[in-house]
């Protein structure tokens, strides 16, 4: 084979889409009921908008993101995440003019260029969140919900919410000095990255893979902690809200998400079967992005699912979907006449809504019950030359054997009863 899909990229089959659009259909529900709206923005944006709104320090405006030059040498890149094209679209739009606040959902491919591996690709699925113009405790608590309740309609178990408050730039910055204090001693057995990180972003030491079981890391100084007034206040809300809900979280400091734009609220889901790429959603408060891509001052809150980590959590729980792959009749037929007529009787069920199907390859009889089988077929029936002139065939269900005389004319209120 001369082709082969790009490196880090998948094709869905109709046996993983099923999968994927019971996920979806789920995921539209829920999001219905917590009454949010969907957003679609553009699959590329200029390639500014992400390295102000993701942060050029981060890893991937460093060195995850599809960006090319177009025909009028526009620099322009594949979106890697959503919430900076969210609200370049809430602000270009002037959303804010209007009650807030916004409740904004997405579902849809995301680009970075990672090494592959299990739960990491460059072209995958996020569904997530985002809810504008309020700092109400109670929206971070509703998200996290939201998400939850998303993974256990799928029967996930086992999962853990990690909850930490990254503050705001006030409470950062003493911090970040407590930080660079702390970390002083330990810097030549800090990573590489890391040892760039203590002068550029050192609180993104915290959450380094390589770093984060070693030693010196289990007595860093929390954020949570030391945190300014206001934003002890928000973060006591946040768990008094989880707690009104029973969600269990485990307060972790480490956790410090990838984005600058962060304030406030952290969290993340995991599901530890996952192995190394074990977070299924994450998200936070970032209250400082409108300021930085569009000079207003609009809080914020939201979170990102990944939808291959979600079917990877399914899979590795052995969680059968309930997943109806079936039709509800197929039309075996003998003779060319016979396929005319079951051509048009499949058109008349068709425009009733029924799942039908018939045989386009001129198999035999046998070989046409073989096919309804493998197509899951609920009932079938027989056309041939005695059928078409008696004007009655017999529906089989074909689970049970039960056979009735059906009159062709009346095949499609038959059928409509069968299956209702
Ligand atoms: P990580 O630390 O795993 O790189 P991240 O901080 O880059 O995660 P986010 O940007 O917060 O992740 O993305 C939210 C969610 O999207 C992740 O929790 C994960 O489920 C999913 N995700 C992120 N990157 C990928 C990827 N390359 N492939 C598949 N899923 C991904
Ligand atoms: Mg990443």
Redesign the pocket.
Known sequence: MKYQAPRGTNDMLPQDTANWQYLEDIAKEIFSTYNYQEIRTPIFEQTALFQRGIGEAT?IVEKEMYTFEDKGDRSLTLRP?GTASVMRSFLENKIYGQAQPTKYYYMGPMF?Y?RPQS???RQ?H?LGVEVLGTDDPAVDAEIIALGMQILERLELDDLEVRLNSVGCPDCRSQYRDKLLDYFKPYLDQLCSDCQDRYERNPLRILDCKEDRDKEFMSDVPKLYEELCNECEDHFAGVQEYLDLLDIDYILDATLV??LDYYTKTAFEVIYKGLGA?D????GGRYDGLAQEVGGRDIPGVGF???M??VLLTVEEQEIDLAIDDSIDLFITTIGEEAKKAAFSYLYQLRQANLKVEMDYLGRSVSGQMKHADRNNAEYSIILGGNELESGVATIKNMKTGDQEEVALDNLVNKMKEYVK
């Open positions: 890893d995440e970075r990672e739960g990491r690709y995958f996020q998400r990838g790429q977070t299924v959603f994450g990102a699912m990944g291959e980590r």
